[in-house]
């Protein structure tokens, strides 16, 4: 990865988002080019690297609590609702 202000320093945090964004675009098919979609699957991916210990920057706004709390929300309707 080359930028002008890309160095040792922030390169790692930089290099994680760029990918998962890159990824993102690769696996998904030719028609789907909605960044409201993908944003949330980007944001989790952030979460799941600095959980895992990796420096990244944050891919979009959001907060790896943020999304926690409503796939707990989620996960708990599933269950008090029962299969659909």
């Known amino acids: 990865m080359w930028g002008e202000e890309i160095d040792e320093h922030n390169l ?5 988002p760029r990918g998962a964004a890159f990824a993102e675009r690769m696996w998904s098919a030719r028609d789907v080019k909605s960044v409201d979609e993908a944003a949330p ?10 959980a895992r ?15 926690q709390d409503s796939a707990v929300r989620r996960r708990r309707a599933r269950l ?4 659909r």
Not at 41 to 50: E, G, H, N, P, S
Not at 80 to 83: K, N, S
């Open 41 to 50: 699957r980007l944001a989790r991916m952030f979460c799941r690297l600095t």
């Open 80 to 83: 008090r609702d029962g299969p």
């Open 53 to 67: 210990g990796f420096r990244a920057s944050p891919i979009c706004p959001g907060s790896c609590f943020k999304l």
């Open 12 to 16: 790692e945090p930089k290099a994680w």
